[in-house]
């Protein structure tokens, strides 16, 4: 939906993993890569390397406590960026921002799924004597820590004053891309030194501080953030007297996890060292060349050139659902505090949903998983209680109604849904806000849409780890985790973009005006008229969307299955010796 209240492909699959490479093209027996990919086990690929001689022997979790527990403050200081960056949308809406507006900010999510692009250059350069991740890790957070307290002074005028001077629009998505690109370098660091930061036997903890650690800071960041700033929410839960403002404006937000990311930092350089006796063994650095050359060889190959293709285009069809419901929501008086506040019982269904999918993506098909949860996530908000998982829900229908017919019938239907919840939404306001009822529809829907999410995420995850070489495991995942995050990016920015050029407005009270442009809409409202939308674009969008989606569905949805029965041949990459 939101960026507060979905769990977008854009957030939970931009974690593409530690980056670490190990890469030797010419030797009989390549190493193995410890590349992890987005959502892979950080142990998965340490599991792989040979027992090192001299190497630590057994130990226990309690052991390696203060390790783990560093490693989750250091996720949930990622998460902190990345929430902050999911509320400003909202912010920017309630401040009758754009839709170009809005996806002109969208760009802010990209550097989390382009990653991979400076990964190598992270692994590569390093000061030797200061450690190979600290080398990246405590600039990159001094260089975060700085960049918040000062925008702590700036942020107040960027998101403008209310009286006649707007948001900067650009300023604001050039401060925030570079938070987010400062972020997923961060991560990068932090993931490759999860793997020698912690034993062989603990190693498997790092996927854990990285999961719960940045739901914390996103949590924190977007959730907690949104409801402190919030004056109405405030007034009414947590205060005596109402005040003007929320107990805490964007700008405190920024100086406080300024200093935070300061204090940290600091820490962290004086008192933690790196694992020397494991850096030369585990590590070994191998050319940024070589690295950008694989990655080349890999996506040259037919049958992942043929699945790049298709991924960068299965996500047009809920698109308009996903990037721009949630800021119609708001639109249209939902408290943007509210939104975010529905991610909270989500947390536990999150948690479960992917145990219960793997079930159905452990297979040798896990793209049939995707397939058939497809048509149920192309804007899915449904009021009907559905939570089996889809795969036996699309079985019913099968049986019910023909394959094709019953899941075109019902991805027509559950594709406008989230269009039909955001016209009914004013239908249902009153004078003291939304009924109770009210929001648990909306919590219904998001149900059933984390649903969908988490079976096409968990499926093509399951398919990524299937055909992956296993010599060069983590490369290749991180490769198509990164082209499988930009499938969702990219529609997104484009859905937002095209809302604005597909409304239509009419001015009314005024003749001889129109509202076709901001320049028209002005001259419009002083010659004493009013510009009234005749034609809302984003239920145009829902519309399209699903005919696009549907067109996927049933013309290229065929031969995205069948990759899964290409040979393993056709996805292991050509070595020389």
């Known amino acids: 939906m939101s960026p507060a209240i979905a769990a977008k492909e854009g957030g939970r699959q931009r974690r593409a993993g530690s980056h670490h ?17 987005d959502g892979l086990p950080g142990g998965e690929a340490e599991a792989l390397l040979p027992p090192e001689p001299g190497s630590r022997g057994a130990r226990g979790c309690r052991a390696e406590l203060g390790s783990i527990l560093l490693l989750l403050v250091l996720y949930v200081l990622q998460g902190i960026p990345l929430g902050l960056a999911g509320s400003v949308p909202l912010i920017l809406q309630s401040k009758s921002a754009s839709y170009t507006d809005q996806a002109f900010f969208s760009f802010v999510f990209w550097p989390f799924s382009l990653k991979l692009l ?48 707007g948001p900067d629009v650009v300023a604001l998505t050039v401060t925030f891309f570079l938070f987010e690109f400062l972020a997923a370098t961060q991560d990068i660091a932090v993931d490759g030194w999860a793997l020698t930061m912690l034993s062989r036997e603990n190693v498997g903890y790092a996927s854990t501080c990285n999961s719960v650690g940045q739901t914390a800071g996103y949590f924190l960041g977007n959730v907690l953030f949104l409801a402190l700033e919030s004056a109405s929410f405030c007034n009414k839960y947590l205060r005596f007297q109402p005040q003007p403002q929320g107990i805490v404006t964007l700008s405190d937000f920024l100086f406080f996890w300024g200093a935070v990311f300061l204090i940290t930092t600091t820490l962290v350089a004086l008192l933690k060292k790196e694992n020397k006796e494991l850096t030369p063994t585990k590590e070994e650095m ?8 694989l990655l080349f060889s890999i996506i040259k190959m037919p049958a992942v050139l043929t699945f790049c293709l298709l991924i960068l285009t299965a996500k047009v069809g809920f698109s308009a659902a996903d990037a721009v419901t949630g800021l119609k929501l708001v639109e249209e008086g939902v408290p943007k505090e509210h939104l975010a506040l529905l991610a909270v019982p989500m947390v536990p269904l999150q948690i479960i949903l992917p145990l219960i999918i793997s079930k159905y993506t452990a297979g040798p098909q896990p793209l049939n ?13 449904s009021v009907k209680l559905r939570v089996l998982p889809n795969v036996r829900v ?14 075109a019938l019902l991805r027509l239907l559950l594709g406008l849904e989230f269009a039909f919840l955001v016209w009914w939404t004013p239908t249902v306001k009153h004078e003291g806000g939304f009924p109770v009822y009210y929001y648990v529809v909306v919590l219904l829907s998001y149900a059933l849409h984390q649903i969908t999410l988490y079976s096409m995420y968990v499926a093509i995850m399951a398919f990524n780890a299937k055909v992956s070489d296993p010599l060069i495991g983590g490369t290749y995942m991180t490769l198509l985790n990164t082209v499988s995050n930009l499938g969702g990016n990219w529609p997104s920015t484009v859905a937002l973009w095209l809302v604005d050029p597909l409304t239509v407005k009419e001015c009314v009270g005024a003749q ?6 901001t320049v028209a809409a002005e001259l419009c409202t002083k010659a004493g008229g009013s510009c009234v939308t005749t034609l809302d674009g984003y239920y145009v969008e829902s519309v399209v969307c699903v005919i696009l989606g549907f067109g996927w569905w049933f013309l290229l949805g065929p031969k ?18």
């Open 512 to 517: 001889e005006q129109t509202c076709g442009t």
């Open 369 to 381: 998983t995707f397939y058939k949860a497809m048509p149920f996530r192309s804007g899915t908000v």
């Open 394 to 407: 699309a079985e019913r229908i099968d049986k019910s109604f023909g394959a094709s017919t019953g899941y």
């Open 118 to 165: 400076w990964a190598p250059l992270v692994d590569a350069v390093y000061l030797r004597g200061f450690g190979r991740r600290k080398s990246w890790l405590v600039p990159t957070q001094y260089v975060l820590g700085v960049f918040m307290i000062y925008m702590s002074t700036q942020v107040d005028v960027l998101l403008g004053d209310g009286e006649g001077r």
């Open 21 to 37: 490479h190990c890469l030797d093209v010419r030797s009989e027996v390549p190493p193995v890569l410890a590349l992890c990919g």
């Open 286 to 293: 191998k050319g940024i060349t070589d690295t950008y050359r």
């Open 560 to 577: 995205f299955k069948k990759l899964q029965d290409e040979g393993q041949s056709s996805w292991k990459c050509k070595r020389t010796n």
